[in-house]
């Protein structure tokens, strides 16, 4: 999993309030053996019904086309615990996202594929907005990770608060497998205990069926 400390670049105001994955990224487009993540992001709004790309989105508008933090409403990915949500949002370059708060299973998809969830309580995230909108793509917005904090083009800081051990993960680039690895030599002393303590769990036969 690719690590997260610091990330600079511009953000993508997409100000909605219960964005759900579907919405995200729909499901059908996805069934094949190497779909294009990217291209099905937010594609019901994107495109219109005809293909053509609707210049309205926002993230068809020149200034975003290379965003790399997205700021949401609230309930950001609600809906079905779908991981391709996020895959969709990293083909597209998003690493960071901002929102008033995540539904869980879409929180812990993007910590498990190096995302960045940022939750701000509402009167910061309104002031945080206001900036994003007012800077209109002409100046980069940094997100720390290291010392959890938003740093505006103005040099206004936003703090945020994060999960120890999710942080960890984050800046150490440690997905599950990594982050069990970490503990190798308590699970290996666990299991010699395990062993010795209940020796007759070692010789059981296989089932026969």
């Known amino acids: 999993m690719q690590s997260f ?3 600079t670049g511009i953000a993508a105001p997409l100000l909605r309030d219960d964005v759900n994955t579907d919405q995200i990224a ?15 992001l937010f594609v019901r709004w994107r495109r219109r019904p005809d293909g053509t790309p609707d210049p309205d989105f926002v993230l068809n ?4 086309q290379d965003a790399r933090i997205l700021v949401a409403g609230g309930n950001f990915g609600c809906g079905s615990a779908r991981e391709s949500a996020v895959w969709a949002l990293t083909g597209f370059g998003i690493r960071a996202i901002v929102a008033r708060g995540f539904a869980d299973l879409f929180r812990g998809n993007c910590i498990a594929n190096g995302v960045l969830p940022v939750v701000l309580a509402p009167q910061q995230h ?3 907005a206001a900036q994003v909108t007012a800077v209109n793509g002409s100046a980069a917005f940094c ?7 938003i740093r505006a083009p103005n040099g206004t800081l936003y703090p945020f608060a994060i999960d120890a051990g999710e942080r960890t993960a984050l800046l ?3 997905d599950d497998i990594g982050l069990s690895l970490r503990h190798a030599e308590a ?3 666990w299991e010699e205990r395990t062993r010795n303590a209940q020796p007759w769990l070692q010789t059981l036969a296989p089932h026969k069926a």
């Open 5 to 7: 400390t610091r990330l």
């Open 187 to 189: 699970i290996t002393a």
């Open 143 to 149: 997100v720390d990770l290291i010392n959890q904090h």
């Open 172 to 174: 150490e680039g440690l």
């Open 61 to 64: 508008q020149p200034q975003y």
């Open 126 to 128: 309104a002031e945080f």
């Open 26 to 40: 729909p499901v059908l487009p996805l069934r094949v053996l190497e779909p294009d993540y990217a291209a099905q």
